[in-house]
Structure formats: C-alpha cells, structure tokens
C-alpha cells in the first residue's frame, strides 16, 4: 500500500466506508461526476417527487463548498504555515451540519488536476484547475490520478491558474466533503454551466428555496455611483443575478450576491468594492478565522 493511501486510510480512522468512498471519488473522479451529473440533470425533471426530498437533503448535509474571493483564495495559496481548526465556531463561515473543519497542512505542497466537471460537459478549455492544498490529498493525486493529468506545483502557478480562470468569470470554491475528510484542501475554479455543486444546487431550489451546496464568501458589494459609467459588464460577470440595469439605474440585490468578487476584478472603472455582509456567514479569510 502507498504512503499516500495509508495516509487516507488514517484521515477517516475507524470509518472505513469514508475511506472507500473518498478512495474511488478520487481514483474515479471522471465517472464519479458524470453519474452526479446525471442525477443532477434527472432530478430537474422529477424535482417535486416527494422522496427525492429527503434524499437531497441528506446529500446536501454531505457535499458542499465555500465561495472564495480573490483575496481569500490568494492568502491560502500563499500560505507558510499549517492551519488546524476544527471548532464548532467554524459553523460561522461553512454553515453546514457535518463538513466543517478548515485545516491546511503542508500547504505549500500543491497538486493540480483535470477538473472532472468540465471533462464531463465537454464545454470548457482547458481542464487543469482541480488544486489540492497539502501532501496527504495532494500526494494522493500524483499517486493515483495521473490519468487526470495530475502534477505538483508550486502557489505562484496554483495563483495564475486562479486569476487565469477568475478572468474567464469561473467561480472559485473551496470544497468541504464528509467522504473527503470532512474538511478543506481541495479548491476548484468552477464553472457554473458545467460545476455538479452549482448545478445541484440550482436544481434543489425548485424544491427548497434554502437548499444549497454552496456557502455564500460572506461579502457585499459597495458601489461607486461617481465612478461608475453604466456599462453594464457587472451584470454580464455576475452568475447569481445579483445585479441589473433597469432604466438606466443599477439595482443591487444583496441577498442573492455570494461576494464572489468576479464583479469587483471586472469592473473596468473600479467602481466596486467588497466589505463583510453581517447577514452572511462570516468569509474563509485565514486572518479573520473564529
């Protein structure tokens, strides 16, 4: 058995069936995801069956992200020492049930793959932008997933593939799955057309108007009318439509926003800035952790 397994083997402890699962989503990441998105696509047909609602609710206790923004995301990409918190407190940036553990060990040690989502869509070029922060999921990767084209880099790379993709308008996430450990470590730069968790989530809201897989970065958007020519490229960036010209007047609605920051970087007047939304869980931000 490969260091890097047994390192998997002792992540999950005596939780064997989470060691298997989290073995074969990486192992099988491709075929992984296209049967999720099948399910996702299959749901949005029988979304108001009634025993798909329990169903749901339970993976979505199980499987979900954190919205980063630019300057979030680049703190963790930079980071030089561990971080290891496990608190209840971190309910308040991740608010969800099971999943919640923010650690980064050896987060120097970066490893980045084919996106799976992508490969199974078919839609988006190129697929490189899976990172893995930390030897033990990182050196999985490059042991068993060369086959998605696995390869350490180092945070200067693992940041242009960031801002590559932010200027692209892709979402970054970081992912918080219980077969994965229950914690960070894997950040993606999600596409909202092709990502199984936006499109999941997109599909449970016909359902449940609160059911979703994604936390929101914990931001607000603040505009400056004086700067601001009315171009209206805000509104082209923004996934969540969070934003809209109507009779010459920008409407923002705030609570639709996930403080993404994709807004804020295209802006070509630099009208628009980002500050914590009380109403929001708190942001993933390594400086402002409970």
């Not at 996430?173 to 936006?198: E, H, M, R, W, Y």
């Amino acid at each position: 058995m490969k260091v890097s397994t047994r390192n998997l083997v002792k992540l999950h402890g005596w939780r064997i069936d989470r060691f298997v699962h989290n073995y074969l989503y990486f192992v099988f990441y491709r075929p992984y995801v296209r049967v999720a998105m099948a399910i996702v696509r299959l749901s949005r047909r029988f979304i108001r069956f009634k025993p798909l609602a329990g169903v749901a609710r339970m993976a979505f206790d199980r499987y979900h992200s954190k919205v980063l923004s630019a300057g979030d995301v680049q703190k963790i990409l930079r980071l030089e020492k561990n971080i290891h918190s496990v608190s209840q407190k971190n309910k308040q940036v991740v608010p969800f049930r099971y999943a919640t553990r923010i650690i980064f060990q050896e987060p120097e040690f970066i490893a980045v793959m084919d996106c799976p989502c992508k490969a199974a869509t078919g839609t988006c070029e190129p697929l490189a932008c899976c990172i893995a922060i930390g030897k033990k999921t990182a050196g999985f990767w490059l042991d068993h997933c060369q086959k998605y084209h696995a390869r350490q880099i180092g945070q200067e790379e693992a940041l242009s593939i960031v801002r590559y993709y932010r200027s692209q308008g892709h979402i970054t996430q970081a992912f918080f799955k219980v077969a994965t450990g229950g914690s960070t470590g894997v950040i993606c730069n999600c596409c909202p057309d092709c990502c199984v968790s936006l499109q999941a989530t997109a599909a449970a809201r016909a359902l449940d108007p609160g059911l979703t897989m994604n936390a929101p970065a914990g931001y607000r958007v603040v505009h400056d009318q004086d700067r601001c020519s009315g171009c209206g490229r805000c509104v082209e960036i923004c996934h969540f439509q969070a934003v809209r010209i109507t009779d010459g007047r920008r409407l923002y609605d705030a609570a639709r926003c996930m403080g993404c920051e994709l807004c804020v970087e295209h802006c070509p007047e630099c009208a628009l800035t980002l500050e914590i939304n009380p109403d929001k869980p708190l942001p993933l931000d390594l400086d402002r952790l409970p």
